[in-house]
T-cell receptor
Framework: ETGVTQTPRHLVMGMTNKKSLKCEQH?????MYWYKQSAKKPLELMFV???????ENNSVPSRFSPECPNSSHLFLHLHTLQPEDSALYLC?????????????FGSGTQLSVL | AQSVTQLGSHVSVSEGALVLLRCNYS??????LFWYVQYPNQGLQLLLK??????LVKGINGFEAEFKKSETSFHLTKPSAHMSDAAEYFC????????????FGEGTQLTVNP
């Protein structure tokens, strides 16, 4: 148990659906992240939030919409996704956003887009 | 810009044998280096990290890594493999100027044979 909880664990959706991924951290951290993990590819950083403010958007398509209502919760709203968006989506948190920070990861949401 | 190369997407060892997972990095400034492990159906967990100081870093579960600036390497080793070490291992690099923006390698899948 890393202190970072993601729901749902698995999600299957059609290209016209709208769904949301949820992440909650119980560690008192100030920074939260969304990563995409695809087969045979390195983890890709998608978004970074620090004290609820988005500090990085790594050129992510607008069909992915993050929301961070407070430092403990992070959402990823999905709409009109493409099959190539199928991947494991990992949430992470850290105390701060310094270069040497240790990240704590959730177990991920395995997303399949049909 | 920072980058990471992990040599060998799959490594197979016998139980009790030496584990060596290779990682080379590229960084324009002194790097922070990390090894994360991902067990099946779980998120990533930090094994160890190098920031400054002693170049031989000890981590959890008997793993260690040595920072070699002249070789731009940060290889991960364990003297004696255990069946429970079977997992995917990721090397990552960050820089103080990039904040907690980790750049990950593609990962190495470690198989431990009885």
């Amino acid at each position: 148990e890393t202190g970072v909880t993601q729901t749902p664990r698995h999600l299957v959706m059609g290209m016209t659906n709208k769904k949301s991924l949820k992440c909650e951290q119980h560690l008192g951290h100030n920074a939260m992240y969304w990563y995409k993990q695809s087969a045979k590819k390195p983890l890709e950083l998608m978004f970074v939030y620090n004290f609820k403010e988005q500090t990085e958007n790594n050129s992510v398509p607008s069909r992915f919409s993050p929301e961070c209502p407070n430092s403990s919760h992070l959402f990823l709203h999905l709409h009109t996704l493409q099959p190539e968006d199928s991947a494991l989506y990992l949430c992470a948190s850290s105390q701060g956003v310094q270069g040497a920070e240790k990240l704590f990861f959730g177990s991920g949401t395995q997303l399949s887009v049909l | 810009a920072q980058s990471v190369t992990q040599l060998g997407s799959h490594v197979s060892v016998s139980e009790g044998a030496l584990v060596l997972l290779r990682c080379n990095y590229s960084s324009s400034v002194p790097p922070y280096l990390f090894w994360y492990v991902q067990y099946p159906n779980q998120g990533l967990q930090l094994l160890l990290k190098y920031t400054t100081g002693a170049t031989l870093v000890k981590g959890i579960n008997g793993f260690e890594a040595e920072f070699k600036k002249s070789e731009t390497s940060f290889h991960l080793t364990k003297p004696s493999a255990h069946m429970s070490d079977a997992a995917e291992y990721f090397c990552a690099v960050s820089e103080e100027t990039s904040g907690s923006r980790l750049t990950f390698g593609e990962g190495t899948q470690l198989t431990v044979n009885p």
